[in-house]
T-cell receptor
Framework: KQEVTQIPAALSVPEGENLVLNCSFT??????LQWFRQDPGKGLTSLLL?????REQTSGRLNASLDKSSGRSTLYIAASQPGDSATYLC????????????FGGGTRLMVKP | DTGVSQDPRHKITKRGQNVTFRCDPI?????LYWYRQTLGQGPEFLTY????????KSRLLSDRFSAERPKGSFSTLEIQRTEQGDSAMYLC??????????????FGPGTRLTVT
C-alpha cells in the first residue's frame, strides 16, 4: 500500500526566505507526482506535475524535483511572500491504476511579513 | 466552463439524515473522482468514474455511501443515515483520459459537511 509522508507538518518563516518542503512515498512505482496548494476551507489548486520520467518542473518561484528511486520529492519556494501562506500537499498516482491520487498530510506554511 | 463546480458548498445536517452532493466536471473530462478530507489531513480517495462507469471504490466507501454518474457528465454522492464521523470536506476532481494531458486532476472547491 502506498504511503505518502510530508515533513514538516508546519513551517513558519519570515518573508523573503527560500524554503524547501519535503514529500516521501513508499512505493516507487508511480506514474506521476503532483504538488497542490490549499487555502483554508478551499479546494486544491494544482501547482506542478512531474512525470515519473522527469527530474524536475519549474513554475515561477516554484521548483519541484523528483527522485523516484529514493521515493522523494521536494518543493522549493524562492523568495517567499505572505501570499504563499497555505497548506501544500503532494500526491502520487500509481502506475497502471485508476488514476487515483494518494496524498500526504500536507505542510502548513506561514510566511510572516 | 472555467473549472470543476460543486454544490452545495456547505451543508449542515442532523445525524441520521440523508444528504446528496453534486459535482459538475470540466466539460471535456471523462474521468471524475470523489475524495474526502478531514480536518488537518490530506484528501483520501473514495471512488472514480470513467464516463458513466464506476470503476473503483475505496474501502472507505461504506454501504451508506453511493455515487452515480448517470450520463457521464455530472455526478452525485449520497450519504444515507449520516453519522458525526462523516463530517468532512468532500472534494470532486476531473481529468481527461488522454496521455498527452498527463492525466492531471483538477479539483473543485469542495462541499463542507457538518453532521450535528
Amino acid at each position: 500500500k502506498q504511503e505518502v509522508t510530508q515533513i514538516p507538518a508546519a513551517l513558519s518563516v519570515p518573508e523573503g526566505e527560500n524554503l524547501v518542503l519535503n514529500c516521501s512515498f513508499t512505493d516507487s512505482a508511480i506514474y506521476n507526482l503532483q504538488w497542490f496548494r490549499q487555502d483554508p476551507g478551499k479546494g486544491l489548486t494544482s501547482l506542478l506535475l512531474i512525470q515519473s520520467s522527469q527530474r524536475e518542473q519549474t513554475s515561477g518561484r516554484l521548483n519541484a524535483s523528483l527522485d523516484k528511486s529514493s521515493g522523494r520529492s521536494t518543493l522549493y519556494i524562492a523568495a517567499s511572500q505572505p501570499g504563499d501562506s497555505a497548506t501544500y500537499l503532494c500526491a502520487v498516482r500509481r502506475n497502471n491504476a485508476g488514476n487515483m491520487l494518494t496524498f500526504g498530510g500536507g505542510t502548513r506554511l506561514m510566511v510572516k511579513p | 466552463d472555467t473549472g470543476v463546480s460543486q454544490d452545495p458548498r456547505h451543508k449542515i445536517t442532523k445525524r441520521g439524515q440523508n444528504v446528496t452532493f453534486r459535482c459538475d466536471p470540466i466539460s471535456e473530462h471523462n474521468r471524475l473522482y470523489w475524495y474526502r478530507q478531514t480536518l488537518g489531513q490530506g484528501p483520501e480517495f473514495l471512488t472514480y468514474f470513467q464516463n458513466e462507469a464506476q470503476l473503483e471504490k475505496s474501502r472507505l466507501l461504506s454501504d451508506r455511501f453511493s455515487a452515480e454518474r448517470p450520463k457521464g457528465s455530472f455526478s452525485t454522492l449520497e450519504i444515507q443515515r449520516t453519522e458525526q464521523g462523516d463530517s468532512a470536506m468532500y472534494l470532486c476532481a476531473s481529468s481527461p483520459y488522454i496521455s498527452t494531458s498527463n492525466y492531471e486532476q483538477y479539483f473543485g472547491p469542495g462541499t463542507r459537511l457538518t453532521v450535528t
